[in-house]
């Protein structure tokens, strides 16, 4: 009997991206779904797993002109971001539950997230951010827990440089075609894309390889005089 889409991500969160790219190797799906090294937590510890909710922005072909006061400024940018954020929109329409952002602007730097978007999204259900761009405010993101990966650190905003190009769509981020409900996992280690329609086979020799670890480990630990810690349960939770 298949799984639901509920007990699939809770089972998928147990292991490490470890395991399931040992999963993806045992099915013959070798480098499929490996994004880039070049994409990277804002710091260390993050982890998730969801399903994409798929973006894609453009290169602009005009940019911001001089600004003679603050009111021009802002009006001129509140029109851009219109258009930019035009996903931002549509999000907020649909259920995010248990959704990852996934973000192609082609690796250009600049930063469609910050620290107030990134609450705003977790708070509609939102888990986790994949961008192959950029990501700014990245101390305020981190002191708010934002679980953000991208491959551009930076201090640019999106607005001026790129526009909308599209949601739930295949898009092209950090090496990877990732498709609309595809599921995004994500650890120290970097992010890996797993077909949903091949995640539960994926998810059958993870598991049984990360039981195996955790036995030989929990050996190791022994051994050495180590305490026990979640890391030797993680099937369990």
């Given amino acids: 009997m298949a799984m639901t889409d509920k007990e699939l991500i809770q089972e998928i969160r147990k292991c490490r991206l470890a395991d399931l790219s040992d999963g993806m190797d045992a099915l013959g799906?070798?480098?499929v779904g490996s994004m880039s090294t070049e994409m990277r937590p804002?710091?260390?510890g993050i982890s998730f797993a969801g399903f994409a909710w798929t973006v894609k922005l453009v290169p602009a072909?005009?940019?911001f002109h001089a600004c003679k006061t603050v009111e021009e400024y802002k009006k001129m940018n509140g029109e851009w971001c219109s258009d930019v954020y035009t996903f931002a929109k549509i999000l907020k329409q649909e259920d995010m539950t248990d959704k990852v952002l996934v973000i192609d602007q082609g690796g250009y730097p600049g930063g469609v997230l910050g620290?107030?978007?990134t609450m705003d999204y977790k708070l509609r259900g939102v888990v986790g951010y994949v961008v192959d761009g950029g990501c700014r405010d990245s101390y305020e993101c981190n002191l708010q827990q934002?679980?953000?990966f991208c491959?551009?650190?930076t201090f640019h905003h999106v607005s001026g440089r790129l526009v909308h190009g599209g949601v739930n769509i295949p898009v092209e981020c950090a090496g990877v075609t990732v498709n609309p409900g595809d599921i995004v996992c994500a650890d120290d280690d970097g992010v890996l894309v797993i077909p949903r329609d091949r995640a539960e086979e994926v998810l059958m020799f993870a598991k049984a390889i990360l039981e195996d670890d955790m036995k030989v480990r929990a050996q190791?630990?022994?051994a050495l005089g180590f305490e026990p810690d979640e890391t030797l349960n993680r099937l369990n939770d």
């Fill in 146 to 148: 934002a679980n953000v």
């Fill in 61 to 63: 072909q005009k940019t």
């Fill in 29 to 31: 799906l070798v480098n």
């Fill in 115 to 117: 620290s107030e978007n």
């Fill in 220 to 222: 190791h630990y022994e």
């Fill in 151 to 153: 491959t551009k650190r």
């Fill in 42 to 44: 804002l710091r260390p």
